[in-house]
C-alpha cells in the first residue's frame, strides 16, 4: 500500500509555461498565468523600483508591469517581436505584468522530475527558483513567483 501512494505521488503532473531569458528557460505554474500579451504602451511611473517598468491598461484593468530580466539582474535588452508580458494572478485580486523575452511552450512536469537547487550556486536570481526540472528538451528553471513578485530586492 505505501509503494503505491509513493507511485502516487510521483505521478502528480504539473503544467508549466516556459518562457525564455537569454539562453535560460524558466518555467511559470499555468495556475497562475492569467494572460500572455503582446508589449503594449507602457506608462511610466515614477520613484518604483528599476525592474519595474510602469502600468498598462488591458481591458480597463490598470497592471503593475515589471522587467523579468532585470528583477533576476540580468542584462535589459531591447524588446523583439517574440517579447511577451504574462499576467499572473497570485491573487485573484491583484495581477502583475512580468515581460519575458519569449514564450516557448507548455510542458508536463512530474515530481520526480523535479529537483531543489543546488544551496551552493551562488547566482542572484537563486532565491527566485524554487526548482529544478528535468525535462526533455534540458533544464527548466522553476520560479518562486511569490519571491520574484515580492517587493523586497533579492
Known sequence: MAADLEVYKEDVVTQYIVVNLGIEHFGIDIKYIDNIVRVPSITRVP???HYFKGVINLRGEVIPVMDL???LDL???????KTRIIIIKLDPAAAIGVIVDEVEEVIDLKESQME????ENTDAGLGYISLVGKADRGLVSILNLAAVIGEKDG
Do not use: A, Y
Open 69 to 71: 530580466r532585470l528583477r
Open 116 to 119: 531543489k537547487p543546488s544551496t
Open 47 to 49: 520613484n518604483v523600483q
Open 75 to 81: 542584462e535589459e535588452i531591447e524588446h523583439t517581436g
